[in-house]
């Protein structure tokens, strides 16, 4: 592990070096994966870090851990909520839809979930832009695989450090580097309703996602749920179709 972690730490200066920024941001949930990245960063630039907490109507208790891992690291932070500017944003869309007749209730809940990421990933680039940072993003192997994020939402940001770990090896880099057991051991939520679970939503354990990026046999079932999930959000991971000029 100690190897591991000093060469994602050296990774990280060198991005920082190479692109000419002072430091690096994250959004700190009270989960593991942003738990990890903040150890992480708060090791490569110990003076020029900064952990954002960004409530949107979120548990007490991800505010109690956020804030636990924040004060376990020392790393500077801050708290931003966005609930009301979520819902208010959310509001005005709607009601401008609903007086034209063109609102869907059915995607009401994702609607306003991916609102939510993206309200987050707004807050952290004004944050790195007021100080000159980089945006560094959270995802996972089994996350990035699968397409379990939202584009220009979590998604959107500058530098993945551990997108090469599977979310075991992510825990055991959280034991590692002494993220506190409540984190560690709580299970994986992107927290964007009420009681919402990774593993519920996308019908499939992390065990097994990892079990399949590590090449070991799996239910068939299981794995082709992996592959309709990693090709339907294939345009997530590419480069972005355009129109070119040129015949
Ligand atoms: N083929 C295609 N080529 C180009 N673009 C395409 C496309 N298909 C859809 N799109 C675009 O992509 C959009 C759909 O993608 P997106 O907006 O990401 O939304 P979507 O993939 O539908 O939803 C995001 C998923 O990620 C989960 N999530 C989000 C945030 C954090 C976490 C977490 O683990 O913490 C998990 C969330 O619970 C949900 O299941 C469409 O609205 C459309 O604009
Ligand atoms: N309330 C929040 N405050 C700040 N950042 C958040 C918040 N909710 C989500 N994020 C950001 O979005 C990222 C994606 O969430 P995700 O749930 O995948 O990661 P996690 O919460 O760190 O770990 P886990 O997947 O185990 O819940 C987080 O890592 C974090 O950077
Ligand atoms: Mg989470």
Not at 103 to 120: D, G, M, P, V
Request: proline share 3%; glycine share 6%.
């Amino acid at each position: 592990m100690k190897k591991e972690v000093d060469e994602i730490v050296s990774w990280l200066q060198l991005q920082v070096e190479k692109t000419g920024v002072k430091g690096l941001a994250v959004g700190v949930s009270g989960g593991i994966d942003s738990a990890v990245v903040a150890a992480l960063i708060k090791k490569a630039c110990p003076d020029n870090s900064i952990g954002v907490i960004m409530p949107i109507h979120s548990s007490d208790t991800s505010v109690r851990d956020a804030k636990a891992v924040v004060d376990k690291l020392g790393i500077d932070y801050v708290t931003i909520d966005l609930a009301k500017v979520r819902d208010n944003m959310y509001n005005s869309i709607q009601s401008e839809l609903q007086a034209n007749q063109m609102y869907n209730t059915n995607n009401e809940k994702l609607a306003k979930a991916n609102l939510s990421a993206r309200l987050r990933m707004s807050t952290l680039y004004t944050i790195a832009t007021n100080h000159n940072y980089l945006v560094v993003g959270t995802d996972n192997a089994a996350e990035w695989y699968t397409g379990y994020f939202t584009k220009y939402g979590d998604g959107g940001v500058d530098i993945l450090p551990i997108v090469e770990f599977t979310k075991g090896e992510v825990k055991e880099l959280a034991v590692y580097l002494g993220i506190p057991n409540a984190v560690v051991n709580k299970q994986p939520s992107a927290d964007l309703w009420e009681g919402q679970s990774d593993e519920e939503e996308m019908g499939i354990r992390y065990a097994l996602i990892d079990a399949y990026l590590k090449g070991e046999d799996i239910p068939q079932a299981d794995r082709k749920k992996i592959e309709t999930m990693h090709k339907r959000t294939a345009h997530k991971r590419e480069s972005l179709p355009f129109f070119s000029r040129k015949k």
